[in-house]
């Protein structure tokens, strides 16, 4: 299977797309650049043997893929999705990993999305024939880089249980990330507090690390 990351040479991107490699995937680094999805894949290759990265436009790895995960900024969301709406293959699912966070100087602040979440508000400029899964979003980059186990949970909504099971099923070849089904897309709206709650969580105690676990599920 071949997997696209958007926005993968960003820090998320790139340790999503270590991640997934490392998992076996065939991953596709996509940027708007050719030149820095190259320089991304050369810095992952680095001491990591050969993983099975390669690099991509945005608009090759939409075009070429069955499942894309949609790592950028969001205030950029928009104006990407309406750029590729006709590139997205019928059928693929897309696992949107954004939080709508932006950062006044060093201050975080979460957007006031009007559909809810970055998550309804990317299902209303996808194309019809493309599932939408919300996922990710509460795991740091800093310790997506890394190579040891996640220890963590990790919460997966949809817009059908097909797109959750989907993600669910990649998200389990990640070692040490147990995914969790939590049901339908708006149940994101409270993934991205909590990406938010974890950012203030790392500030107030000087961390970079600080993610979720569930207990008192039998899974
Ligand atoms: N960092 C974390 O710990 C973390 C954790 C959970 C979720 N997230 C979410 O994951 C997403 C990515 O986070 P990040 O920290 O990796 O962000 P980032 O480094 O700021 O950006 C990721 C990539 O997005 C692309 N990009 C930037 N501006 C763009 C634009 N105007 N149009 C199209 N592409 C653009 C860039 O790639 P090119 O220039 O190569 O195209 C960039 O490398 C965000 O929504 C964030 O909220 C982050």
Do not use: W
Not at 3 to 30: D, P, Q, W, Y
Not at 76 to 89: G, I, N
Request: aromatic share 4%.
């Amino acid at each position: 299977m071949t997997i696209a990351l958007i926005g993968g040479t960003g820090a998320e991107g790139r340790g999503l797309a270590a991640r997934f490699a490392s998992a076996g995937l065939r991953v596709l680094v996509g940027s708007r650049s050719p030149d820095r999805a190259a320089a991304a894949v050369k810095a992952l290759q680095a001491g990591r043997g050969d993983l099975p990265l390669s690099a991509a436009t945005n608009d090759e790895a939409i075009a070429a893929s069955d499942t894309i995960v949609l790592a950028v900024p969001f205030p950029c969301v928009s104006r990407l999705l309406d750029a590729q709406h006709a590139r997205f293959k019928s059928g693929a699912l897309l696992i949107d990993v954004t939080v709508p966070v932006v950062f006044d100087g060093a201050q975080p602040r979460l957007l006031d999305v009007s559909e809810g979440s970055a998550a309804e508000h990317i299902r209303r400029r996808l194309p019809d024939g493309v599932a939408l899964a919300a996922s990710l979003k509460t795991i740091p980059a800093r310790v997506l880089s890394g190579v040891a186990p996640l220890d963590c949970d990790e919460f997966v909504c949809g817009d059908s249980e097909s797109a959750r099971e989907r993600t669910i099923a990649l998200l389990r070849l990640i070692p040490g990330l147990r995914p969790l089904d939590a049901g339908p897309l708006d149940s994101a709206r409270t993934f991205e507090r909590m990406a938010m709650l974890a950012i203030t969580l790392n500030r107030r105690y000087k961390s970079r690390d600080a993610r979720f676990h569930v207990v008192g599920l039998a899974t």
